[in-house]
């Protein structure tokens, strides 16, 4: 069976100080566990050792992980981040191929390939993005677009174990803009995404990977989503910087 999962894309928000605060913050709201829910937090680069600390000291029920990687493994790449950069602080996911990234710093699906593998070479778990943008929803081509960014993104991988690849659906539409898909919407692309798994993976493998709903996801709609079949937790952004408000979204899938 699968495990559900609520994980926090902080984005860029949160200076170190205050991120560390907010992992305080999230470790007193949880204090007592999250059941059978696995919790990720993804804070900015220069705050994940800050909150690498706070897990470590404070015992807290919640992973940490990336916002994004390079897939080389060292070397004259300014700015990026190698996988064994991201274990050596205790990170045991990262996102990859986030809109925001595809859109802003142009990421293609090879890339978002290359990543995967290469965090997986470190048992690094992806959680990998993918999502239509409004008019390509508008023209009814969504699930269409979305199958061909999994195959892309995918190309190649070895899943050897389904709990270790999360794929995050995430209509950018509904990121950060209060609209969010309905739960009928995720339930749909989320079922596609699964299938093309299946097709790619076979079906033992394909009902063992974790497929999130990501976009405007809060404490008073994420229960609508857990319901359907086939979504299996969320990717939070705004929700997720406040400690109560994603403690609430953790709360909720339990
Ligand atoms: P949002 O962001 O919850 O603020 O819409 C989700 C995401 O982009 O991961």
Redesign the pocket.
Known sequence: MRKRMIAG?W?MNETYTEGVALAEGLAKELADGTGDVDVVVCPPAVDMKGVAEVIDQQNAPFALGGQNVYWEEKGAYTGETAPNMLTNIGATYCIIG???RRGYFGETDEDINKKAKALMAHDIVPIS?CGEPLEVREAGKHVEFVVDQIKKDTEGLQITDPSKYVV?Y?PIW????GKTATADDAQEVCGAIRKTLAEIFGQETADGIRVLY????KPNNVAGFLEKEDVDGA??????LKADSFAAMVKAAM
């Open positions: 894309n984005k986030h809109s925001e993005c995050a995430e509904a990121i950060g803009t990501g976009g405007s996801a990717l939070v952004g705004g929700a997720s």
